[in-house]
């Protein structure tokens, strides 16, 4: 019971919590209506802004589950609720999916993306392409399936113009697939990028696990003690970490990418959960038994 009374709002990752690849995690449609029933608030807090909002609400849907999209958020979301925030006026480049970059267009911001496709293996022709001297006052990083590094040159002659700033969507190092295989993610590319950033820039980072996307949250959802927060994840240094840098109390379940046993040899002191479970579904029971 000491435990259900320290949260009001359980704030969980998607993709290894609630579903996993093209698999469901069996009984959590049950476990998130039983937290909403107690009077928890359910946010969906995830790091993939390629997938569509309608896509998350049929995923979620077909889960059993309630879906608000105001309860949803992924890194495009919070960089956009941190525009609006700031005010921000000016040309932005972008390397994100299309579905990403419309998102931002349709939100009223001017959109530079590019170049798309097969480019001219040519140094000097792409170079004369990329410096285009536009007026670009900030640049966008996040989850991009089609990255060239003419993209990259592109957005590194940008930034070292002194008003153009950095933002950082989704940061994973690693992306797991199942509990034993697990593919690069977009940090090791955008680490490039910030590793070149001129003296006295860096990047605001609106995706997990950023301090700067728990700042998003915590505006967002009118929240005043980090504490009042369950952050619910499956990977420790995506997910729990995040928890650890906001201030949230933190649940690792072991239905995603991560095994009981990696999850006892974690040597990370930064990020160790403060609970850990099989699944989310675990709830239902716990609830059930008060």
Known sequence: MNFMNSFDTVMTDCDGVIWFGLGEVPGVGAALNALEECGKRVVYVSNNSTRPTK???????????????????HPMVAIIDYLNKTNFKGLIYSFATECANNRLREAGYEVLDGPVGKVEENHE?????????????????????NFNLAKFWRADIYLKHPECDLIVG???????????????????????LVGSLPAGKRPIILGKPGVD????????YN????????????????DIKFASNVGFQSLLVL??????????ANKDTTAIPNYYADSISDFTTLIRSL
């Open 170 to 192: 989704a940061y994973d190092r690693r992306i797991p697939v199942t509990q034993d295989f697990d593919i690069p993610g977009q940090a090791p590319i955008i680490n490039c």
């Open 125 to 145: 022709k792409i170079l004369k392409s990329v410096n285009d001297g536009a007026p670009v006052r900030l640049v966008i990083a996040e989850s991009d399936l």
């Open 55 to 73: 896509d998350y609400k049929k995923k979620i849907e077909k889960l059993g589950a309630k879906f608000q999209e105001e309860n949803l958020v």
């Open 255 to 264: 239905s995603g990418g991560i095994t009981r046993e990696r999850m006892l």
């Open 213 to 220: 996307l728990g700042e998003i949250l915590m505006s967002r």
């Open 223 to 238: 929240i005043k003690d980090h504490k009042r927060v369950l952050f619910v994840g499956d990977l420790i240094c995506t």
